[in-house]
């Protein structure tokens, strides 16, 4: 399905990941890699850290988007 819908936009590795634990993945053979990809900075604290884990499941209990045209008192946090 990925291969017919995809925009292509990417060499296909021939691997699928199937999970992550900190900078380890696991394809879905079983065979482990060691990450080194960070998934292009939007996993650069690893994979299924408990602490990340439990910080965006007590986000998706409370609001999951929020657009910039609307004030947010966790997205004030960062500036």
């Known amino acids: 399905l990925e291969a017919r819908y995809s925009l292509g936009l990417f060499t296909p590795?021939?691997?699928t990941?199937?999970?992550g634990e900190g900078s380890?993945?696991?394809d879905?053979?079983?065979r482990e890699y060691l990450d080194c990809t960070a998934a292009y900075?939007?996993?650069s604290l690893g994979?299924?850290?408990p602490a990340v884990v439990d910080a965006i499941v007590?986000?998706?209990r409370t609001l999951i988007a929020c657009s910039?045209?609307?004030g947010n008192v966790q997205r004030a946090h960062l500036y």
């Open 58 to 60: 007590e986000q998706a």
């Open 17 to 19: 990941l199937a999970r």
């Open 68 to 70: 910039a045209s609307f």
């Open 41 to 43: 900075g939007v996993a």
């Open 13 to 15: 590795r021939g691997v």
């Open 28 to 30: 879905s053979e079983g």
């Open 24 to 26: 380890t993945v696991w």
């Open 47 to 49: 994979h299924c850290h």
